[in-house]
């Protein structure tokens, strides 16, 4: 080996051996002679076993460290073409290994750990911001709809939660479409598409917690249509419908932006403006609203006119209140209505009275019955030529404790509106059956009992409960008359003529009272058959000077003989009516110059000192002969 040979082995040997972990190096010839060494002499091992000279004694340190645990020995030859020149023994401290092995170990773990960490945060940003962020956003959505708002949840994601988010927005857009119905069918009235009474009630109370911070005033108008149910019984619904359509229109191009127009109901408007503060103005609107109902419509090919009845109410001076206000409204409508159609009215303090009253008297009402206030007087008929008396009419009287006899003409209408006429009218049927079944036990033939029945009373079948009552008192058929104001023939025609049908069929006697004053129409004459008209008293009032009066009763006598017709006039107060009516064929007539209505009591005495026979009493009874002093025997 070339000095310069061992030289390369010297810097070899040292440079192995200068590794952290050897604790020496050395290389032996074939014999095991060492030719280059290296001991690390600063490893705590050697440190421990050698003094500092020893470690420079190359046989001595391998054959101690020989056979220690601690060092791990590795030999690798040296061969030069295939010739062995010698052995590379290398040292390696185990601990220093193990070191270096758990340093490794964890230099690793620390690296894996970070790149786990890295990892982690990656997926965390783009799980929050492909999965949580949408996912929020969809939360937050669904809360804004319990809150009643509807945001849509913007995505362009191709993935469960893009069809997740597009099925919500679809979902969101069928609420609010199901709830803009909902919203129109809770609002809007249905057939004129105008506000309807739940959003008017709304919209007035809005106003007044307005018109309260602003210390301003405002009004509400209350418009009811005058005879609609003439329009609809005449021209049929369809016609009365486009009727209500073309109304709200015309109202609504008199009214400002400000103002809204709303359908109560049936044929009631309201009107509410909340610019109108002082009464001059509030006036000209209801003007022009009146104008606007009346002006002429052209419907399936005919003009029709209408006329409306206007209330008005000013906040705060008519009332406070969304209820006080529409109530007192709808009482002054209810004024203007009495007072002429087609006019419009304030609401004063005086009206408020009245309701008060009104109201008072329902309840009086209510107990009058039961309190035995209620009687029933008998006002008897008469035939004009001879003046033979057949029967009478039951009138109802009411004996207030403090207001003494009111008259049926005020309290019925009451009565009807409130429902209250069909008790108090069932009464009245009982006892006049009663009536008539105790003169006749007591001998006494009190000829036929006219009985006004109301229009309410009708609705309510009242052909079984007059044929009960017949039946429990044993009435024949022909001592019933019953009287019906025209009123009743305005309602559903078909129940009307079912019911007029089975009272007839009963063998009833069917009166139309009050003829000429109401809605009539010479039409419900043909369709409904009746055996007896009565001429309203305001037609015999003016007989026989009055021109129109007298053209009047002689064009309904006539027409009633073509229908084979009975004919009474009522409210005959002098010879003059009497015989005008007489020379003119009426063959009935009632009235205070005959004789007034009595309890029963009196008419019990009228009947026997009349001594009426005992027979059947019919329309068709035997005229008695007048005296010639015209007085009636
Ligand atoms: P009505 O059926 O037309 O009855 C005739 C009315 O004229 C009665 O008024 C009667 O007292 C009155 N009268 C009769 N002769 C004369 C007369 O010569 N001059 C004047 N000025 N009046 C006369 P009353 O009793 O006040 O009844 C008013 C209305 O109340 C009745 O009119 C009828 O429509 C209704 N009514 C009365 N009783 C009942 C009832 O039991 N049920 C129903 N539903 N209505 C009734
Ligand atoms: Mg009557
Ligand atoms: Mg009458």
Not at 114 to 132: D, G, K, P, Q, W
Not at 216 to 237: C, E, M, P, W, Y
Request: charged share 25%; proline share 3%; net charge negative.
């Amino acid at each position: 080996m070339l000095a310069l040979d061992f030289l390369r082995l010297n810097d070899y040997t040292r440079e192995v051996a200068s590794q952290p972990d050897v604790v020496y190096g050395v290389i032996v010839n074939p014999a095991g002679m060492a030719i280059s060494s290296y001991v690390d002499d600063t490893d705590a091992l050697i440190k421990q076993l050698f003094r500092p000279a020893e470690s420079k004694d190359i046989p001595k340190v391998l054959k101690t460290l020989e056979n220690r645990d601690e060092v791990i020995h590795l030999q690798f030859p040296i061969t030069h073409n295939t010739e062995t020149l010698g052995r590379f023994l290398v040292g390696i401290s185990r601990q220093s290994l193990q070191s270096e092995f758990y340093r490794q170990l964890i230099v690793q773990l620390a690296v894996l750990a970070a790149i786990v960490l890295f990892l982690s945060v990656a997926i965390h940003f783009v799980f929050r911001h492909n999965v949580l962020f949408p996912i929020r956003k969809l939360i937050s959505a669904a809360d804004d709809v319990g809150h009643g708002q509807f945001t849509r949840v913007e995505t362009k994601s191709q993935d469960e939660l893009g069809f997740l988010a597009r099925a919500f927005n679809t979902m969101i857009e069928a609420i609010q479409r199901e709830r803009a119905a909902l919203h129109r069918q809770a609002n809007f009235d249905a057939l004129t598409s105008l506000p309807n009474r739940m959003m008017a009630l709304d919209r007035i109370k809005l106003e007044i917690s307005r018109a309260k911070r602003s210390s301003q005033r405002f009004a509400v108008f209350f418009i009811d249509l005058d005879n609609f149910k003439t329009v609809n019984d005449s021209l049929g619904h369809a016609v009365g419908d486009e009727l209500l359509v073309a109304i709200g229109n015309r109202v609504q191009t008199v009214i400002r932006e400000s103002d809204i127009v709303a359908r109560l109901g049936g044929d009631e408007f309201v009107v509410l403006a909340p610019d109108i503060g002082n009464e001059i103005k509030a006036e000209e609107l209801a003007e022009r609203l009146i104008k606007a109902v009346s002006t002429p419509q052209e419907l399936a090919g005919r003009k029709v006119v209408a006329s409306g009845s206007v209330g008005i109410a000013l906040y705060p001076d008519n009332g406070e209140t969304v209820e006080d206000l529409m109530a007192n409204a709808d009482n002054a409508m209810y004024q203007a209505k009495s007072t002429r159609d087609g006019s419009a009215i304030f609401f004063t303090a005086e009206m408020n009275v009245r309701l008060r009253e009104r109201m008072q008297m329902e309840q009086d009402l209510n107990l009058a019955a039961g309190l035995g206030q209620l009687t029933i007087n008998f006002q008897p008929l008469f035939d004009t030529a001879g003046g033979r008396h057949h029967g009478a009419e039951v009138l109802l009287r009411w004996n207030h404790p403090e207001k003494g006899s009111i008259s049926p003409a005020t309290f019925i209408p009451l009565a009807e509106a409130t429902g209250q006429i069909v008790a108090i009218g069932d009464w009245v049927l009982e006892q006049a059956c009663r009536s008539w079944s105790a003169w006749h036990n007591a001998g006494i033939d009190p000829g036929f009992l006219a009985i006004n029945v109301s229009r309410v009373q009708f609705r309510k079948r009242l052909s079984a409960r007059i044929a009960e009552l017949m039946s429990n008192y044993r009435i024949p058929s022909q001592a019933l008359e019953l009287e019906i104001t025209e009123s009743v023939l305005l309602d559903d025609h078909s129940q009307v003529a079912e019911e007029l049908g089975s009272l007839r069929a009963a063998g009833l006697i069917l009166s139309l009272d009050d003829f000429g004053t109401g809605y009539s129409s010479l039409s419900y004459l043909k369709r409904f058959r009746f055996d007896v008209l009565k001429i309203d008293r305001s037609f015999v009032n003016g007989l026989p000077d009055d021109r129109d009066d007298v053209l009047l009763v002689k064009a309904i006598l006539a027409m009633a003989k073509g229908f084979d017709l009975k004919v009474v006039a009522e409210g005959v107060e002098n010879q003059q009516q009497l015989s005008f009516l007489e020379n003119q064929g009426c063959d009935r007539a009632q009235g205070f110059l005959l004789a007034k209505p009595m309890s029963e009591a009196s008419y019990t005495d009228f009947l026997e000192e009349r001594q009426i026979a005992l027979i059947p009493p019919r329309l068709s009874a035997p005229l008695v002969q007048r005296t010639s002093s015209g007085s009636f025997t």
